[in-house]
């Protein structure tokens, strides 16, 4: 009886922390959703929501010449061109799979996605993304990108 007991234990202790590392995918996820969602509109409000006050930006792409190239934006710089986004252009980010880890108050999530101008078809790559909880909630704190044009899909 007493090894039933101890069983039983084990399995709602693991249950429990099965649930809780769902329950903080599932935050971290509509965190990068509400990021999309506002990069989309053009919403600073909603996008800034979702960052750190010292979000650090970069994207990695092969330039003409076959250079790989590692460009770091300012957050301000970022800001500004989204709110400039003309109400007419469309950008539409496809996610095409969510990888979440996580330890402790820091998470990674790997985002493979394909880029839509006015829904034509622009680029592809990969968003890394790196969150930290603050205790209260979390937010991207770095975000780096690939972009190409080949080998995408489309």
Excluded at 65 to 75: A, H, Q
Excluded at 76 to 102: R, V
Excluded at 103 to 122: C, E, H, I, Q, R
Aim: glycine share 6%; proline share 2%.
């Amino acid at each position: 009886m007493r090894i039933l007991k101890i069983i039983l234990f084990v399995c709602c202790c693991f249950v429990s922390f099965s649930s809780t590392a769902q329950d903080e995918k599932e935050d971290i996820k509509k965190v990068i959703k509400q990021f999309f969602k506002g990069l989309q509109k053009g919403d600073t409000l909603t996008l800034k929501k979702t960052i750190s006050k010292d979000l650090v930006l970069q994207t990695s792409f092969v330039n003409g010449e076959g250079v790989s190239v590692l460009r770091t934006e300012e957050k301000s710089a970022f800001l500004k061109s989204l709110a400039s986004k003309k109400p007419e252009d469309i950008w539409e980010e496809k996610l095409e799979s969510y990888t979440i880890q996580i330890d402790g108050p820091m998470a990674n999530v790997w985002t493979p996605y394909k880029f839509y101008l006015n829904y034509k078809f622009s680029h592809c790559g990969v968003n890394s993304f790196q969150l930290f909880n603050t205790g209260e909630k979390w937010v991207i704190i770095y975000l780096i990108d690939t972009r190409r044009r080949l080998g995408c899909n489309n």
